[in-house]
């Protein structure tokens, strides 16, 4: 299997939606997905993304992905009685509305107006890498999955409130910050605001103590586990978004070079064959 753009996959190739701008660039083919909210797609819910999952991952060894009759395409992951639920690893909005947030004079960074973000100084002197970050952000090698319980909730609603100083706005639903909490909860039973919420929501069921009891204490089951690996140093968190003496435009842009590195990394991992895994 080679890389992918969901995005295309999903809407071209197999539900066929006339109005998706297929020979738009990838700004305007990702504005029309998170806006026009055509057809209920989710990309790192669809069934071509669990099924990455499901070879990828060790722990899904024989088993399926399967849809629930009110979400037919939102596709999940039952393993040993814990449900798993898809996630995107790095928010691709919220990179998009600190550039907008930057160039905007006033009001709420809350959506993006595709025009005048396209006559912006740093769009149209960074086209190629904004596009190329949104091809990587809806590759595979951006797509996880997460535990959860239609009754207790799930950890990716743990990670849309986690955020981190940005420019002009925090940087909401940030990866960097979810995993070095997720980190210090495996590796010390303790957690912090939102995340503590949820886990303690989770916990009420007795299932997701297996996930847990994985994990605790071995984060390099957790990051072979999921291909992980492009996004630590070690055992630690990789820290992506850094604000620097060098300024937003530099700031921004080697977020977007690290994280496309990272993620390009992750894909290769994800199509490694089960039995190559074995022996990394």
Known sequence: MNEMFILDELYINK???????????LLDKFIYYKYKKVGGIDPDAS??????????????????AYTENY?????????????????????CMELLLQIAGHYRKEGKNQKIDIDSFKKTEFYTENRKLINKFIYWCYNPGNMCVVPYSSKYYSLNYAKEYLSQPGYKYCLKDSADRYFRVLCDYFTSAQTIGPVEKIVERLEKNDKFG???DRYHDNIGQYKDDNCFQPFFEGNSPKQ?????????????????????????????????PEAQKNHL
């Open 47 to 64: 069934e071509e993304v669990m099924n990455i999952h499901l070879k990828s991952n060790l722990l899904f060894a024989g088993f399926q």
């Open 210 to 212: 297996a996930w847990r």
């Open 240 to 272: 992506f978004f850094v604000i620097t003496d060098k300024g937003f435009e530099a700031d921004i842009k080697d977020y977007m070079e690290k994280v496309i590195t990272a993620l390009k990394e992750r894909t290769k991992l994800l199509l490694v």
């Open 71 to 91: 979400a037919w395409r939102k596709y999940q992951i039952k393993c040993n009685d814990i449900c798993y639920r898809g996630d995107t690893i790095f928010n």
């Open 15 to 25: 539900y066929g939606i006339e109005s998706y701008p297929k020979d738009g660039d």
